[in-house]
């Protein structure tokens, strides 16, 4: 059995799943204190994150979702994304929003499938704000690709 909450405050597990979303803590501590922050868990075990951000008075961000290696391709990615759709809506927002990198190929292709679609992409911005290179599915993390959906 899953079970979907809101969480405020952060254990040594969040921080594993938020770390794997985004390497650097420096970015995730510039946004964590001003989220909403949801977890998913399974028997006592927390085996995702996902983090939402307000970016203005009609946008939510989602700005880190993680699975637990062992747990995902099962739908939890799918139910937190989800999640973070209602909530926004709950809330009065009228679009929510998702980046991630031009390499990242499956989560771009997991937003799509969720309603988002490509509005915007940040030439070079992983090359300009992280120190080091990032490399996934043999491509180099170059461009930030905005993804959003009307809500
Ligand atoms: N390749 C292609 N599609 C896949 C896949 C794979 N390896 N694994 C799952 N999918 C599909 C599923 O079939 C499902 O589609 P469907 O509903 O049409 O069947 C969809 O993707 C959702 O998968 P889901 O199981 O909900 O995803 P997940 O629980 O694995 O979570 C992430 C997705 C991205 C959160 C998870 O993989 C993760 O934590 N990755 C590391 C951190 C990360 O990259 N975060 C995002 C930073 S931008």
Redesign the pocket.
């Known amino acids: 059995m899953i079970h979907l909450k809101e969480v405020h405050s952060l254990t040594d597990e969040h921080w594993k799943?938020l770390l794997?979303?985004?390497p650097s803590k420096k970015m995730v501590d510039e946004y964590i204190h001003k989220s909403n922050i949801y977890e998913s868990v399974i028997e006592n075990l927390v085996v995702?994150v996902m983090v939402l951000v307000e970016n203005s008075n009609h946008e939510t961000e989602i700005k880190?979702?993680?699975?637990d290696?062992s747990?995902?391709?099962?739908?939890?990615?799918?139910?937190?994304i989800q999640l973070g759709i209602r909530e926004s809506k709950k809330l009065g927002y009228s679009k929510i929003s998702?980046?991630?990198?031009n390499s990242?190929i499956?989560?771009i292709?997991?937003y799509q499938?969720c309603g988002f679609q490509l509005t915007t992409i940040f030439h070079d911005f992983f090359i300009h704000h992280y120190e080091e290179e990032i490399w996934e599915n043999g491509l180099q993390c170059k461009d930030l690709m905005k993804l959003e959906l009307n809500i």
């Open positions: 799943l794997l979303a985004d995702g880190n979702i993680a699975v290696p747990f995902q391709g099962k739908g939890i990615g799918k139910s937190l998702i980046c991630t990198g990242s499956y989560q292709a997991l499938k």
